[in-house]
T-cell receptor
Framework: DQQVKQNSPSLSVQEGRISILNCDYT??????FLWYKKYPAEGPTFLISISSIKDKNEDGRFTVFLNKSAKHLSLHIVPSQPGDSAVYFCAAKGNTDKLIFGTGTRLQVFP | NAGVTQTPKFRVLKTGQSMTLLCAQD?????MYWYRQDPGMGLRLIHYSVGEGTTAKGEVPDGYNVSRLKKQNFLLGLESAAPSQTSVYFCASSYFSQGAFGANVLTFGAGSRLTVL
């Protein structure tokens, strides 16, 4: 039973445009959410996070939005750059020590 | 600074063989984790440890064992490898944090690709 879902396996966006990556979760006990970015042959690296007490967190070109009632979060990248091409994982944590990851979305930013 | 180091990076096993993956971190992190990544499945937690001498099961623990004898090392063992364990394995570590922010910001190793024939 997948508690964290990323329903779009891939996304293609033109350079300079906005990329929107979506993530849905089912466990209402999750209270902390993170996005990780992964390049081929490397481990995932932390990108941005948000606590359930907020609905938005921004860091440069990256903004994460959280809609608790819909159990949905999204990552906005604007403007998108070719170096953003990677696989993006969302992850969620509740009142346990486990961080549960989604299935990932492969973003391709083309010139 | 090395961060999280995994050895070996690649390994090919025959069904039934055993092996151990080693993870070492030099950041004095309390928490350590083993994940596996499979196409269409994302990252799934195998086992984790919240401190030296402790281990706990994750989402997919069957067929694996772990040990955390030293704070900086976390070993993942396969006693009898099966083709279903062909995967890329990632080790990660994090600080213990009681606050919401900073909790479980994992630092990952580069991965170990295991093929079981």
């Amino acid at each position: 039973d997948q508690q964290v879902k990323q329903n779009s396996p891939s996304l293609s966006v033109q350079e300079g445009r906005i990329s929107i990556l979506n993530c849905d979760y089912t466990n209402s006990m999750f209270d902390y959410f993170l996005w990780y970015k992964k390049y081929p042959a490397e481990g995932p690296t932390f990108l941005i996070s948000i606590s359930s007490i907020k609905d938005k967190n921004e860091d440069g070109r990256f903004t994460v939005f959280l809609n608790k009632s819909a159990k949905h979060l999204s990552l906005h990248i604007v403007p998108s750059q070719p170096g953003d091409s990677a696989v993006y994982f969302c992850a969620a944590k509740g009142n346990t020590d486990k961080l549960i990851f989604g299935t990932g979305t492969r973003l391709q930013v083309f010139p | 600074n090395a961060g999280v180091t995994q050895t070996p990076k690649f390994r090919v096993l025959k069904t039934g063989q055993s092996m151990t993956l080693l993870c070492a971190q030099d950041m004095n992190h309390e928490y350590m984790y083993w994940y596996r990544q499979d196409p269409g499945m994302g990252l799934r937690l195998i086992h984790y440890s919240v401190g030296e001498g402790t281990t706990a099961k994750g989402e997919v623990p069957d067929g694996y064992n772990v040990s955390r004898l030293k704070k900086q090392n976390f070993l993942l063992g396969l006693e009898s490898a099966a083709p279903s364990q062909t995967s890329v394995y990632f080790c990660a570590s994090s600080y213990f944090s009681q606050g919401a922010f900073g909790a479980n910001v994992l630092t990952f190793g580069a991965g170990s690709r295991l093929t079981v024939l």
